[in-house]
């Protein structure tokens, strides 16, 4: 089955650590893209990536750091800069509807961090 | 700046009857915007996407009306399942050819409950 695989599930980490988020997809998309979704505030961009070796950073993107060296993969590192990291972390990977043309996303089932 | 917003965050509805959920958004630049539904601690799926060169579309239980003079879409679900209780979160995005088509906005999510 195609899809999108995010490890770990939970993640605990200590002030002052960095800690990298796995996302892998075999839906051969383009591209990918990293959320962070906080009660009461929906889903917020942190970095998309739209080719290989190229990305480009969302609406919070300080404190956090990505790569694409692979279709495959976009890993996401929370860096110790970041202040709130305690968060349930998304990746989702895109292609476009061929019926409307919109963009339609497919998520993975997500990555609970909690900063002790 | 909340390009996307949901001004309701939760509805209950009987079962059998129509739930109706809201999205505004101040870009008049979006080309399309999309219903995601959201599960406890999974990623969100897709639901229904519109162009905005539409007004209406629909997918079985599921329709989507678009009023661009008023920068409102909103989500009918007819006839209501508990099933249906979830989180639902409006999206949009830029068209292939505008600069930017990769990203996409989210809002902040409505909880629906569906009353058996």
């Known amino acids: 089955d195609g899809g999108i695989t995010q490890s770990p599930k939970y993640l605990f980490r200590k002030e002052g650590q960095n800690v990298t988020l796995s996302c892998e997809q075999n839906l051969n998309h383009d591209a990918m893209y990293w959320y962070r979704q906080d009660p009461g505030q929906g889903l917020r961009l942190i970095y998309y990536?739209?080719?290989?070796?190229?990305?480009q950073k969302g609406d919070i993107a300080e404190g956090y750091s990505v790569s694409r060296e692979k279709k495959e993969s976009f890993p996401l590192t929370v860096t110790s800069a970041q202040k709130n990291p305690t968060a349930f972390y998304l990746c989702?990977?895109?292609?476009?509807?061929?019926?409307?043309?919109?963009?339609?996303?497919?998520f993975g089932a997500g990555s609970r961090l909690t900063v002790l | 700046d909340q390009q996307v917003k949901q001004n309701s965050p939760s509805l209950s509805v009987q079962e059998g009857r129509i739930s109706i959920l809201n999205c505004d958004y101040t870009?008049?630049?979006?080309?399309?915007f999309l219903w995601y539904k959201k599960y406890p601690a999974e990623g969100p799926t897709f639901l229904i996407s519109i162009s905005s060169i539409k007004d209406k579309n629909e997918d079985g239980r599921f329709t989507v009306f678009l009023n661009k003079s008023a920068k409102h879409l909103s989500l009918h679900i007819v006839p209501s399942q508990p099933g249906d209780s979830a989180v639902y979160f409006c999206a949009a995005n830029y068209g292939l050819l505008s600069g930017g088509y990769q990203k996409v906005t989210f809002g902040t999510g409505t909880k629906l409950q569906v009353i058996p």
């Open positions: 989702a990977s895109s292609i476009r509807d061929r019926g409307s043309g919109a963009n339609v996303l497919t």
């Open positions: 990536s739209q080719i290989v070796n190229d990305f």
């Open positions: 870009n008049s630049m979006f080309d399309y």
